[in-house]
């Protein structure tokens, strides 16, 4: 995912940030009367307030609940918890020590019985004797845990739906990190079937309704791991089912390069082929025989992107490769699923650890318009699944990109530069109480912004580093409490100045100014900040996948930061409004053309100088809403919060006449102590020349 500095924080913000109002989620709950659930919903309560939530209980054979919740004054499902799959009583049978007793008989399904014997024959048998034969092949032997056969048929009869995919990943997962020694051809092979049931290209949709969105992520690191301890027989293994196909090779470091290649259904119309290769100089690099294995997955790609809701879009299948740590760099061929001239694509890892696609883990070798070649590198912790990518929704331009980097220097040098100025006059234009305190508030908001700014390029050193999750998180906190404390410095200037326009003959002290100031200033953003953490963060939900800045899909942490950013906006936007109407009055005495003439240029001038003190430059953010693929609103935007630093060493400062002549005397008197010295010099020469 690029990093661009260019959206800056409040672009993250309000292109997460839905347009409609939303209130706070109400909790209904209500037994169902009748087979629909959403009917249940209906009868309960009119879905009139959007963010309303709806709990609903399973059908008589299936466990758990359903969650609907109130948009566009219809109940529509959030998440679908209702299962019918017993992975306890499943997983139990695999990992049983003792051998389990054998004859005919009966598969235990949860929720009901299926009579088989073996590989699914159908015969006629008493329930009770079901528990003596689960376990049994048609030999009558107990296979159970030489291959995990005897959970086929219970897991392959269960419906798709989201409550029994997450138990079956849980399942996959508990099996991966418990049962994964010496993985044989048949327990890959059930462990495959099991996964290809919840792989299928036709039921994609449903993961969208899991309660856990990192369930895929699960679901690949669990296939990795297992596969991974994968025997090879003869120095190979072929296993191949329609949504999962894993290859393993015997390599050797004499060869002259090693392929895995594979050709997958993609849906019921249309097939997607992949390649990964190990180039020669990689096997050199081997000090003796190892194995490679390599799992192909075609939809897996689609269904992380229903579980995470990114703004990307995998454009292949998903490969990963479990190598020995000696080899680190391998060439990847994807078939584009997507196959248009303007689609771009970009090559990617998945990091295993945040959970998200990162570009720095590959390299494009060459792109058409049917395939891409990759050179990735892979890591045993980190990368070991790769594919690509494309984003025709999201705006890339170099534009955005020299304009970031260039506003932001610029801004850091100019807010430095402000400070200085400000440190150097103070004393000169803080001699009345309200010129104290308008200095007051434009230093702390130098000072917020300039921390703030650094404290971006930090969280995006750390993005890109892959450093410590617990590192990002600090980052995170202390980026949001700035930006915050920014918004609420900014505030506390805009109520400074209704104070001076409207308050005349109501005098604040100095100390009670202080101390109302920092409690809005760094008071209000700190309790926020701190709510935020604690609140999300219990839950993995602080953090947005793939950068380190607030999450908005699971927990919509974000609006810890863009609800009081865009209330402070229109506060001040109210300020601004007031100003004019103010100014635009007629002074007594002026002709009708100067007094037009005079109002325009005291509107003009205010409306100039208050806008990048008060943020109203960072409410253009919400143009990119409205037309997200809009260069212009794009540019805009980034012009004008890339060069905030700069506008308020400008406004704030510069354009200040009282500032001005501060410095000009401090000029002065620093040139007249300067031409004194050089003469005390002169004179102490000539009396040590005598």
């Known amino acids: 995912m690029d990093v661009r500095v260019a959206h800056c924080l409040l672009l993250w913000a309000v292109h997460f940030f839905p347009v409609a109002p939303r209130i706070a989620p109400r909790v209904l709950s209500k037994e169902s009367k009748t087979g629909n659930l959403q009917d249940g919903c209906i009868n309960l309560i009119p879905c009139e307030h959007s963010g309303a939530i709806c709990i609903q209980p399973c059908s008589p054979s299936f466990h758990g609940e359903m969650s609907f919740v109130c948009k566009d004054r219809k109940w529509q499902m959030f998440i679908d918890a209702c299962a019918n799959l017993d992975v306890q009583s499943l997983f139990q049978r695999i990992s049983e020590r003792e051998p389990l007793p054998s004859s005919g008989g009966h598969i235990s399904v949860a929720g009901g019985h299926l009579p088989f014997v073996g590989a699914g024959k159908p015969v006629h048998g ?146 997607i082929s992949g390649r990964m290769v190990i180039p020669e100089e990689e096997l050199l690099k081997l000090p003796r025989t190892s194995k490679a294995i390599s799992i192909a997955f075609p939809t897996l790609g689609a269904i992380i992107e229903t579980s995470h809701l990114d703004p990307v879009f995998v454009n292949g299948m998903v490969l990963s490769v479990s190598l020995p740590e000696e080899l680190q760099h391998i060439l990847l061929t994807f078939e584009k699923v997507n196959k248009l001239e303007n689609i771009k694509a970009q090559c990617v890892g998945w990091h295993s650890a945040e959970r998200r696609w990162d570009s720095k883990a590959c390299k494009m070798k060459s792109d058409n318009i049917s395939s891409v070649v990759c050179m990735c590198k892979h890591h045993r912790r980190t990368f070991k699944s790769f594919s690509i990518l494309m984003s025709p929704t999201m705006l890339r331009n170099v534009v955005l990109d020299y304009i970031t980097c260039v506003g932001l220097g610029l801004s850091i040098f100019s807010l430095v530069l402000c400070l200085t100025i400000e440190t150097v006059v103070w004393h000169h234009v803080t001699k009345t109480e309200i010129t104290y305190m308008r200095h007051f508030c434009l230093v702390n908001i130098a000072t917020s912004l300039l921390i703030a700014d650094i404290l971006f390029i930090v969280a995006a050193i750390v993005h890109n580093t892959a450093l410590n999750y617990r590192l990002c998180v600090a980052a995170t906190f202390f980026l949001h409490f700035f930006y915050l404390a920014l918004f609420f410095w900014m505030f506390t200037l805009g109520l400074l100045i209704l104070y001076g326009l409207l308050l005349v003959f109501f005098k604040i002290t100095r100390s009670a100014f202080i101390a109302a100031a920092f409690s809005i200033g760094y008071g209000c953003p700190l309790v926020i900040s701190i709510l935020t953490v604690a609140i999300t ?45 103010k100014m635009g009055r007629p002074s007594i005495g002026d002709g009708c053309k100067s007094q037009d003439l005079s109002n325009m240029i005291r509107i003009s001038k205010n409306i100039a100088l208050l806008t990048p003190l008060l943020g109203l430059t960072w409410g253009f953010g919400l143009a990119t809403i409205i037309d997200s693929r809009s260069l212009a609103f794009h540019v805009t935007f980034a012009l004008l919060n890339a060069f905030q630093g700069f506008f308020i060493l400008l406004f704030g400062t510069l354009l200040d006449r009282k500032t001005r002549e501060a410095l000009k005397k401090n000029c002065l008197s620093s040139k007249r102590k300067c031409s004194l010295a050089k003469v005390e010099t002169n004179n102490t020469s000539s009396i040590w020349a005598l």
């Open 126 to 271: 008493k329930p009770e004797d079901e528990a003596k034969h689960f376990g049994a092949d048609d030999h009558g032997n107990s296979n159970c845990q030489a291959d995990f056969s005897c959970i086929i048929p219970d897991i392959l009869s269960s419906p798709a739906i989201p409550g029994n995919i997450a138990d079956i990943v849980e399942l996959l997962k508990n099996i991966s990190l418990m049962l994964s020694e010496n993985v044989n051809r048949g327990k890959m092979q059930s462990y495959s079937r099991i996964a290809n049931h919840i792989l299928n290209s036709s039921i994609i949709s449903n993961w969208a309704f899991i309660r856990d969105r990192n369930a895929s992520s699960t679901l690949l690191d669990s296939v990795n791991l297992f596969a991974g301890n994968l025997l090879l027989r003869n120095g190979s293994e072929n296993i191949q089912e329609h949504f999962i196909s894993t290859k393993g090779y015997s390599i050797y470091k004499n060869t002259s390069g090693k392929s895995f290649d594979f050709s997958m259904e993609l849906n019921k119309t249309s097939n």
């Open 537 to 581: 963060e219990p839950k993995n939900g602080y953090l947005r996948s793939g950068a380190c800045w607030l999450n908005w899909y699971e927990t919509k942490a974000l609006l810890a930061f863009v609800v009081p950013a865009l209330s402070i906006i229109v506060v001040n936007l109210a300020v601004v409004v007031v100003v004019v109407v």
